[in-house]
C-alpha cells in the first residue's frame, strides 16, 4: 500500500509538473504572439506614418509647383501687359 502510494504521488507530481510545464509554454506562446503582435502594429503604424509623411511630401511638392506655375503665368500676362501698353504708347504718339 505505501509502495503504491508512493508510487501515486510520483506519477502525480509528474503529471504536475508536465501540466506546469505545458502552461509555461502556452504563456510563452501567448506572450511571443502578443509580443509579435504590438510589433507588427507598431511598424504598421510606422509605416503608416511615412506613407502619410511621403503623401504630405508629395502635396507640399504639388502646391509648390502649381504655385510656381501660378507667379509663372501671373509674371508672362504682367510682361505682355507691360509690352502691350508700351505697344499702345508707342503707337498713341505716332
Known amino acids: 500500500m ?3 502510494a ?5 506519477l502525480t507530481a509528474k503529471h504536475n509538473m508536465m501540466h506546469a510545464a505545458q502552461h509555461s509554454m502556452v504563456h510563452a ?5 502578443a ?3 504590438q510589433h507588427t502594429m507598431v511598424h504598421a503604424a510606422q509605416y503608416n506614418m511615412s506613407h502619410a509623411a511621403q503623401h504630405k511630401l508629395f502635396h507640399v511638392a504639388q502646391h509648390k509647383m502649381m504655385h510656381t506655375a501660378q507667379h509663372k503665368l501671373l509674371h508672362a500676362a ?10 499702345n504708347m508707342a503707337h498713341a504718339v505716332n
Do not use: P
Open 35 to 37: 509580443h509579435a503582435a
Open 78 to 87: 504682367q510682361h505682355y501687359m507691360m509690352h502691350t501698353d508700351q505697344y
Open 29 to 33: 506562446a501567448q506572450h511571443k504572439m
Open 2 to 4: 505505501v509502495y503504491v
Open 6 to 10: 508512493q508510487h501515486t504521488m510520483v
